[in-house]
T-cell receptor, first 114, second 111 residues
């Protein structure tokens, strides 16, 4: 049972480069999320999706884009990398948005922008 | 808006010591409360949760009680082990709104 998987685990980018962080879940969850975790801070929501074809902004969406063409996949795109985007990125999924529902997290992608 | 405040870390204890990590929240209504744990190099895992006042969540020897009167959800364990070394996040969620996390508390247990 893979759960939520993310690739790559680590990446170093130069300023201005672009990349896509991949996220896949095999639990048939409708809801998926992207968070960033800065050192000593809690997680902040970047984007989320309530189903294939539907996405919405979270707290810190600037500099990122997402798409949701299938239930399983929710890639996060960085178009013009900046040092401020150095962070650890977590993808998560849940069955519903019920207040009691559990979000399941992937192992994270550690991104450094130099 | 909703917010979560955790005790600042890092926290360092000896094996078999008693653990408390404080968590208080601000929210209107009745949010659900969660503790997530992040082991070194891994993603967050749900440790326990409570969905209404006076509920007690428990898992792996950890407990937390949802206290509406003090707006708190403190994490406790009677006897910690080296394997409990991790970062612990308190979080809340209200209805369909997003999860709101505290800043995390790094716990180190020495043998």
């Amino acid at each position: 049972n893979a759960g939520v998987t993310q690739t790559p685990k680590f990446r170093i980018l130069k300023i201005g480069q672009s990349m896509t962080l991949q996220c896949t879940q095999d639990m048939n969850h409708n809801y998926m999320y992207w968070y960033r975790q800065d050192p000593g801070m809690g997680l902040k929501l970047i984007y989320y999706s309530v189903g294939a074809g539907i996405t919405d902004k979270g707290e810190v969406p600037n500099g990122y884009n997402v798409s949701r063409s299938t239930t399983e996949d929710f890639p996060l795109r960085l178009e013009l990398a900046a040092p401020s985007q150095t962070s650890v990125y977590f993808c998560a999924s849940s069955y519903s948005t019920s207040g009691t529902d559990t979000q399941y997290f992937g192992p994270g992608t550690r991104l450094t922008v130099l | 808006g909703n917010s979560v405040t955790q005790m600042e870390g890092p926290v360092t204890l000896s094996e078999e010591a008693f653990l408390t990590i404080n968590c208080t929240y601000t929210a209107t209504g009745y949010p659900s409360l969660f503790w997530y744990v992040q082991y070194p190099g891994e993603g967050l895992q749900l440790l326990l949760k409570a969905t209404k006042a006076d509920d007690k969540g428990s898992n792996k020897g950890f407990e937390a009680t949802y206290r509406k009167e003090t707006t708190s959800f403190h994490l406790e364990k009677g006897s910690v082990q080296v394997s409990d070394s991790a970062v612990y996040f308190c979080a809340l969620r209200q209805g369909a709104q997003k999860l709101v996390f505290g800043q995390g508390t790094r716990l180190t247990i020495n043998p």
